[in-house]
């Protein structure tokens, strides 16, 4: 279980910074609809309560987590105010405007890009800092952090394992998406930053209603066989069956499992691609499961169902909002306290927030078994190494 400390390692950083002055403080009238603890400093968590889909799951799971960790912070001196974006941009502003005009110091979501966006807009204007959910980079931005798992995080510590472990040449295949792209960017500047040689790159079609195009997928899998042989590694960063299916093809036309590595990113962390004999030995980079070993169980007793992986990031932010109203004072919000480079202690490890509203967290290194994963390299426990 989080405590105060140990959720907040040093989390008041070297350069605190200073509390906006055009932060609405608590001057904000009673507010409207749910809210959940009994603090006086009032926080907002807007969620896409209304959206479609399944995204009402996710806002009762998220709603949930945030007030699993009021339970775990003793004394919590926050009001948490939940607000409906209904996942658009227009709602995420509208959302953001309420909770403001209500006295909220810090937002915390929204999940989608597009509410991110227009949240963001809304708590420029007033000053005040969000901490949003969305694993799109492109919605951070000064004063708008991201929590989320970013891809190029994931990225980044697995090319640099490989290359602690002599890997030097790269072949890849990549959804031909917008995460592609974004994995994609961070697959060059990652093999760049080490020294390394990227032989091939092949870019496989994804409908966004269907899915994968398996016949497609297999053809440009087939296309990369040829410079892959040339490759130590191969970098498959999707998840679900594409991992098992294209080193299936790739061994298939010749690739030898025993000389070259085959490279995840988190999307391997799911017991479809785990379970699967045909991934078994490749590499991927994932947050530390003890957090959320420990996090489930709880939160099933408490709500009576399972969490999904992404429930700790409410955790998470809540307890870091209550924690820094704890140790903070009047700077609690701030942009240094905010963007301290000891950064934060999760449920999920080591995080912190850069100015540009990105984030960098501690990753391990998993290696995949065929039946599940083991640790290779662990995760750290502060940013002193790679400060």
Do not use: H
Not at 330 to 343: A, K
Request: charged share 15%; net charge positive.
């Amino acid at each position: 279980m989080l405590t105060a400390l140990g959720a907040l390692g040093a989390c008041t950083g070297s350069t605190p910074g200073f509390y906006p002055q055009s932060g609405p403080g608590q001057d904000g009238g009673v507010p409207t609809g749910e809210v959940v603890g009994t603090g006086a400093v009032r926080v907002a968590l807007l969620l896409p309560k209304s959206a479609g889909a399944n995204a009402g799951q996710i806002a009762t799971v998220f709603r949930n987590a945030s007030e699993l960790a009021l339970k775990d912070f003793p004394g919590a001196d926050v009001q948490i105010l939940v607000k409906d974006t209904s996942g658009t941009a227009d709602g995420g502003r509208a959302a953001a405007q309420a909770a403001i005009s209500e006295g909220a110091e810090l937002i915390l979501g929204p999940v989608f890009a597009p509410a991110v966006s227009g949240a963001g807009a809304a708590a420029r204007t007033a000053g005040v800092p969000v901490i949003a959910f969305s694993s799109d980079a492109s919605a951070a931005s000064p004063g708008v952090y991201l929590l989320s798992f970013l891809p190029q995080e994931d990225v980044a510590r697995i090319i640099s394992y490989a290359n602690s472990k002599g890997r030097s040449s790269y072949a890849a295949l990549i959804p031909d998406n917008s995460y592609g792209a974004v994995a994609e960017a961070a697959f060059r500047q990652a093999v760049g930053r080490t020294g390394g040689r990227i032989v091939g790159i092949e870019r496989y079609k994804v409908d966004p209603a269907r899915g994968v195009d398996t016949a497609d997928l297999k053809a440009k899998a087939t296309a990369l066989a040829g410079s892959a042989r040339r490759a130590d590694s191969i970098f498959i960063p999707d998840g679900g069956g594409v991992p098992a299916y294209a080193i299936g093809v790739l061994t298939a036309q010749g690739i030898n499992r025993s000389a070259v590595k085959f490279l995840g990113s988190g999307q391997w962390d799911d017991p479809k691609v785990l379970s699967d004999r045909m991934v078994a030995g490749g590499w991927y980079p994932a947050p530390d499961k003890n957090g959320f070993k420990s996090f489930a169980p709880r939160y099933a007793a408490a709500y009576g169902a399972q969490p999904p992986r992404n429930a700790t990031l409410a955790y998470d932010a809540t307890v870091l909002a209550a924690g820094l109203v704890r140790s903070a004072g009047q700077r609690r919000f701030s942009t240094g306290v905010l963007t301290n480079r000891d950064g934060f202690l999760g449920i999920d490890g080591v995080f912190r927030f850069n100015r540009d509203g990105t984030n960098e967290r501690g990753l391990a290194i998993y290696e995949a078994t065929g039946s599940g994963s083991n640790v290779i390299s662990p995760a750290p426990k502060t940013f002193q190494a790679v400060n």
